[in-house]
């Protein structure tokens, strides 16, 4: 019986090629575009997941609420009001029981973070990505090591572990490693105590080397407050029970400000890398927002190319009526004729999916390079068969589930006298589903317009400094040193390519440090609390990142006092300390008590995400920690570079040269939007493909149905033109009902995900019709096909067999 059933099917699809192939190839383009998405969605979730204990580990974020403003992070700092948080937290593995294990994470060792660290073995000198970590974090967390234990790897503050490359690096092999020094930064030797495997992707903390977290502050130089608090619960234990504890312990020991709440919260670290955008002083979004979105166009487009089968398969419903018809006259009911159709649709989802694994090996590589992933071809994984096995299934169900119940519902007695037509049900289910379809795909469009206006918006704006031709140099070694430094700057300002050299100790486009503490100012209301970003600088600063002075004057050398008791702030800061006349006010901040000599214009020190917060500035030319900053002359970056790597090797021996270019670290701020707006536009242009498949099949069938009334209006005198648009406009019709409906849809959709953005572009009308001109061309231009073929046909031919 079965062999019948897929006999029939095979008969019915090879019979109707065109169709079979619109079909098919519709199909395939949906499971294809669902199969790509999954893998980007899997890959997102999958990081931070694979720790054996992973439901047992989380991460502690802190909110702090003032003036009925909420604030949240991961990191927490190391200092709040004088208190040591980290040191106090220290403590309470031993204060409550239901914690098993504690662990601290620090990403760098000096300001800015996150940037790589040079060791040396011999001649040989690389810079490495690494981190800090205190004893238990390879009893927590799932990192395979390859020499050495767990229980020893960070114990001693002069022992290192490093990663399997980094020991192929220096020794030639993880076991050779075992015991040897690696200097580091040219201060400290440390002793390879534990080599672990390489971290795979699924991993979002990135590092290939751990130095003991005690070491960082014993034995080199703190330069940030920052660090993360990761928590191994018992088994069975409560999360929110724990949590409580938390803050109690803390609010014992901390001596809050007053008008200031702190709380600490638990949030799943595997959780973490999905939720690291905070709303309200809580994790609420982020990343998952996009997984979210992405997981819904898998399932739009998948629907879309089982509508257009479903919509193909009633349309032809006039044509297989005899078949069911006899069917039934010769003892078959309706459960073998429901069997009958399922039979068919699976069988055509079963030719799309192998056609989909085709579809699969070509963009694949593609895929990667958009999303900037490394994800592999799954074909030796059974869990991808079953998964794809179970997918066909799932699609052929869906996609066969009305034409099956509908053809199996005709009455033969109608069928068999003739008098059977479209039935009503049939048609504006066919024209209910089209319109969903191009519902979908008309939000698509907008999406896309309006995400890659915002990408457009980000890449183009005005910061309110130049990014432009700025190269950013981080200080170390030998550059450390104030004499060093201003040696370095004199020698290369006047080199080829090189326009003008200053410092700071803050990147302009991340300045993530901020401080409530220990600033006042003249006339500070009682509780006034205000987040400062600080920085201090040379005299050329504001003059090489062309920052504009909207109210009193920039640093200057030939005034003796302005490197002891100068401050330059932003407009915001003026706001918020609520001075309007700031002029001359003094300011004490870091034991340097001074004044106001000058009001930036408001320059953007983060994402376009955050708004823009205030910001104060002095000069310290002697930091010994930051970044120099070089603005190079147009058209001559390579030249200057080539002077710079001169001068630093010459100077700074000791460490490998290395820079950024400031626009590509402020793109690389928006590297999932960017990523996401890339993507949106692939899968929106598969998904009017898709759509545009479903409406020529139907207008291929459109045009059968009615050859002969063709041939008889063209004989009449009927013109080509009034053909062709007898035909457009019902589908017409039904592009527009679907504009009107997917319109406000995606106003609202568009606008929920523009509110992520401090500083966004408006949704203007311009955007809609632009997409409904797109819409309404491509269906014409798709209806057109068979519309002008039908309309200068030969009538004779038609109407010759009457």
């Not at 001596?255 to 799943?268: E, Y």
């Not at 193909?312 to 078949?323: M, Y």
């Not at 509908?406 to 033969?412: D, E, V």
């Not at 504009?739 to 106003?747: D, T």
Request: charged share 20%; with cysteine.
């Amino acid at each position: 019986m079965i062999r019948n059933y897929l006999k029939i099917a095979w008969r019915n699809i090879v019979g109707h090629k065109a169709h079979s192939l619109i079909n098919v190839f519709g199909l395939a383009l949906g499971i294809t575009c669902y199969l790509l998405i999954s893998f980007w969605v899997r890959d997102e979730t999958s990081k931070d997941n694979f720790h054996q204990n992973g439901d047992l580990l989380f991460t502690t974020y802190y909110s702090t609420i003032a003036d009925g403003k909420a604030e949240g992070m991961y990191a927490s700092p190391r200092k709040y009001d004088d208190n040591q948080v980290s040191m106090i937290l220290k403590d309470a593995k031993e204060a409550i029981p239901d914690i098993k294990h504690l662990c601290f994470y620090i990403t760098g060792y000096e300001l800015p973070w996150g940037h790589p660290e040079t060791f040396q073995v011999g001649d040989k000198k690389v810079k490495m990505e690494g981190s800090r970590a205190s004893g238990d974090f390879f009893k927590m967390f799932n990192y395979p090591l390859i020499e050495g234990s767990a229980e020893t790897a960070l114990q001693d503050m002069s022992g290192i572990a490093i990663s399997r490359k980094m020991a192929e690096i220096f020794f030639g092999s993880p076991k050779e490693a075992m015991g040897k020094n690696l200097r580091f930064e040219n201060k400290r030797d440390f002793i390879v105590k534990a080599v672990f495997e390489n971290l795979t992707t699924n991993s979002s903390l990135r590092f290939d080397f751990l130095l003991n977290w005690d070491a960082q502050e014993k034995l080199l130089e703190w330069a940030s407050g920052n660090v993360y608090t990761y928590l191994q619960l018992n088994e069975n234990a409560s999360p929110i029970k724990v949590q409580r504890q938390l803050n109690q312990f803390l609010e014992a020991r901390l001596d809050k400000k007053v008008g200031v709440k702190f709380n600490v919260g638990l949030q799943r670290f595997g959780d973490q890398y999905l939720y690291n955008h905070f709303v309200n002083g809580e994790p609420q979004g982020g990343r998952i927002e996009y997984v979210r979105i992405f997981n819904g166009v898998a399932i739009f487009i998948l629907l879309i190319a089982c509508i257009n089968f479903m919509n193909l398969a009633t349309a032809r419903s006039i044509k297989r009526a005899k078949e069911v018809g006899l069917r039934k006259v010769v003892g078959s009911n309706r459960t073998h004729l429901v069997i009958q159709f399922f039979s068919e649709s699976i069988l055509f989802c079963l030719l799309a999916s192998l056609l989909s694994l085709l579809f699969l090996l070509l963009a694949m590589p593609a895929f990667n390079y958009l999303t900037e992933k490394q994800m592999s071809y799954p074909f030796a994984q059974l869990s991808f068969w079953l998964n794809l096995f179970k997918l066909t299934l799932v699609t052929g169900f869906i996609a066969g589930i009305y034409p099956a119940l509908y053809l199996s519902s005709l009455k033969p007695v109608q069928i068999l006298k003739g008098i059977l037509k479209s039935q009503k049900g049939a048609v504006l289910f066919r024209k209910g589903t089209t319109i969903f379809q191009f519902v979908l795909s008309s939000m698509l469009i907008i999406a896309t317009i309006v995400i890659s206006r915002q990408m457009n918006f980000i890449q183009h704006t005005n910061l309110g400094y130049d990014r432009e031709n700025l190269v950013c140099i981080r200080i170390e070694g030998e550059l450390a040193t104030y004499n060093k430094y201003r040696l370095f700057k004199e020698r290369v300002t006047n080199m080829s390519g090189i326009e003008m050299v200053d410092r700071t100790s803050e990147a302009p486009h991340e300045m993530g440090f901020e401080v409530i503490e220990p600033i006042n100012w003249q006339g500070r209301p009682a509780n006034a609390t205000v987040a400062f970003k600080p920085a201090s600088v040379g005299f050329d600063f504001t003059k090489l990142m062309k920052l504009e002075i909207v109210e009193g004057r920039d640093f200057s050398k030939e005034i003796s006092t302005d490197s002891a008791d100068a401050f330059l702030i932003n407009e915001e800061a003026a706001k918020q300390m609520g001075l309007k006349d700031p002029i001359g006010k003094w300011v004490s901040a870091w034991n340097k008590k001074g004044h106001i000599i000058g009001v930036l214009k408001d320059f953007h020190t983060a994402s376009l995400r955050d708004p823009i917060k205030p910001v104060i500035i002095d000069v310290k030319e002697y930091e010994y920690f930051g970044f120099i900053m070089v603005r190079t002359k147009a058209g001559q970056t390579r030249n200057a570079l080539a002077s710079l790597e001169k001068v630093y090797s010459d100077m700074n021996p000791n460490y490998p040269f290395s820079y950024q270019f400031i626009d590509k670290e402020y793109e690389n701020l928006y590297k999932s939007e960017l990523s996401t707006s890339k993507l949106t536009i692939v899968f929106s242009s598969l998904a009017i493909i898709i759509s545009c498949l479903g409406l020529l099949g139907l207008v291929m069938f459109a045009v059968d149905q009615r050859v002969k009334e063709i041939g008889v209006r063209k004989v009449l005198g009927a013109s080509a033109s009034g053909i062709v648009q007898l035909l457009s406009k019902d589908f017409i019709k039904l592009v527009c009902i679907a504009l009107l409906v997917a319109l406000p849809i995606a106003y609202l959709l568009m606008s929920k995900w523009l509110n992520n953005f401090a500083y966004s572009i408006k949704i203007q009308w311009w955007m809609f019709a632009l997409a409904a001109c797109s819409m309404i061309l491509v269906a014409l231009g798709t209806i057109a096909l068979q519309a002008i073929k039908a309309a200068i046909a030969n009538p004779v031919n038609s109407l010759r067999d009457e």
